[in-house]
């Protein structure tokens, strides 16, 4: 089974910033890639920003030049740096590892953290 932790949500102004942290723990051989998604209020789940193993990276058009994704395979654990943040980025962020463990291959999600940016 695999845990992923979240931090580093909150309350901002609009064009300030705000970097989450997700930490991956548990019986892990091998995470394939990791990722962030939102969901507002009334809206579907989307993909924010995703890394994979050799580092590639793929973001939403809406955050693009904004939001950075990275990765510290050595602690299994992603960041998403959030810059110059709009009122509409307001969302409860997840955390999402694609990982091997000793039993099988799976998609596992974090709590959320939530995301508030105020006008």
């Known amino acids: 089974q695999v845990q992923l932790v979240e931090s580093g949500g909150g309350l901002v102004q609009a064009g300030g910033s705000l970097r989450l942290s997700c930490a991956a723990s548990?019986?892990?051989?091998?995470?394939?890639?990791m990722g962030w998604y939102r969901q507002a209020p009334g809206k579907q789940r989307e993909l924010v920003a995703g890394?994979?193993?050799?580092?590639?990276?793929n973001y939403a058009d809406s955050v693009k030049g904004r939001f950075t994704i990275s990765r510290d395979n050595a602690k299994n654990t992603v960041y998403l740096q959030m810059n110059d943040l709009k009122p509409e980025d307001t969302a409860v962020y997840y955390c999402?590892?694609?990982?091997?463990?000793?039993?099988?291959?799976?998609?596992?999600w974090g709590q959320g953290t939530q995301v508030t940016v105020s006008s």
């Open positions: 999402n590892a694609d990982a091997t463990t000793f039993t099988m291959r799976g998609g596992y």
């Open positions: 548990g019986s892990i051989i091998l995470i394939h890639g």
């Open positions: 890394i994979i193993s050799g580092g590639i990276t």
